[in-house]
């Protein structure tokens, strides 16, 4: 991660499928973290068979709006 502030964003009515495991990955800043960013009727499903998408968070401020999936490690 770097030093890059990253705040206020939205992601609204995302429908749509991972190849990867972790299908949100925040990785921010520990010196600058992600704010205010908000998910809101976001739907990532994984493709392989068997297998369940994850979240990851990292220093990052979050808000859950709606039915989010996968539900988020970081929300507040």
């Given amino acids: 991660t770097s ?3 990253v705040s206020d964003v939205r992601y609204m ?4 499928t991972s190849a990867a495991d972790v299908s949100i ?4 800043s520990k010196s600058s973290p992600c ?8 739907n990532l499903a994984e493709t392989t068979t068997g297998t369940t998408a ?3 968070c990292f220093s990052a401020q979050t808000t859950s709006q709606g ?3 996968p539900a988020l490690s970081c929300s507040s």
Avoid: P
């Fill in 3 to 5: 030093a890059v502030k």
């Fill in 54 to 56: 994850s979240s990851y």
């Fill in 67 to 69: 039915a989010v999936q």
């Fill in 25 to 28: 990955n925040l990785a921010c």
């Fill in 13 to 16: 009515g995302l429908r749509g």
């Fill in 35 to 42: 704010t205010g960013v908000v998910f809101n009727d976001v």
